[in-house]
């Protein structure tokens, strides 16, 4: 069917149009799963008690664009950060190869500061935390090219985190993974203990056109 442009005089309209959608043309489109924008649930972890946590199938012949979604993440360990690795068809990268420049502004003693690193094992996914019960830490990261082989792997992000101290902090910043591989796998991990958390793995579907 034609999407029409919803214009004021729409009943003498003759083009078709892909500018502006009726609600109805919204609906069905989302129906369809087609709309630009929308997002699937690929996959949702509630995570337990665990030092890590792997995203198997993140469909990345599917999506050039994720968004990964983490709920009240606490750790075992006071002060211990959420990292993040990918793998590259079926090995993880461990080495010492992702960069990554982060932000921070806290209402505690430090105001604020920067995190970065031309040479980590990992990434992270917000700040540290501490291990009390309200010492919780929640983010959110869009990543980009991780099915394209010819492409680097990047990552975008923001946080907000009750820290050790029981200070306010939030984080904002990003990643590359500088090799143009193909990334088929998501880790999430924690160099010391365990730690709990919901993560949430979206594909972001791109714009339909007719």
């Not at 664009?65 to 959420?82: K, P, R, S």
């Not at 970065?116 to 990261?141: I, K």
């Not at 680097?152 to 910043?173: A, C, E, K, P, V």
Request: glycine share 10%; aromatic share 12%; net charge negative.
């Amino acid at each position: 069917m034609p999407y029409g442009y919803l214009g004021q005089n729409q009943p003498n309209q003759t083009v078709n149009n892909s500018g502006v959608f009726s609600i109805t043309d919204v609906a069905e489109l989302q129906s369809q799963g087609k709309l630009g924008g929308s997002l699937e649930l690929i996959e949702e972890k509630s995570i337990s008690a665990s030092s890590s946590a792997i995203f198997t199938d993140i469909k990345e012949t599917v999506y050039d664009v994720h968004y990964l979604t983490v709920e009240n993440y606490i750790a075992t360990t006071d002060d211990i950060l959420l990292n993040c690795r990918f793998f590259e068809n079926g090995v993880e990268e461990s080495g010492s190869v992702y960069q990554y420049a982060y932000q921070y502004g806290s209402s505690g003693v430090v105001s604020f500061g920067e995190s970065r690193s031309t040479s980590s094992t990992e990434f992270h996914l917000g700040a540290s935390t501490g291990n009390q019960s309200n010492e919780v830490g929640n983010s959110y990261s869009y990543f980009y090219n991780l099915g394209n082989s010819s492409k680097y792997s990047f990552q975008t992000m923001q946080s907000t985190n009750i820290r050790l101290d029981s200070s306010y902090i939030m984080t904002f910043g990003g990643s590359v993974l500088p090799q143009a591989s193909t990334v088929d796998q998501i880790k999430l991990f924690v160099s010391s203990g365990t730690f709990s958390a919901t993560a949430k793995l979206y594909g972001v579907k791109q714009l339909w056109v007719t």
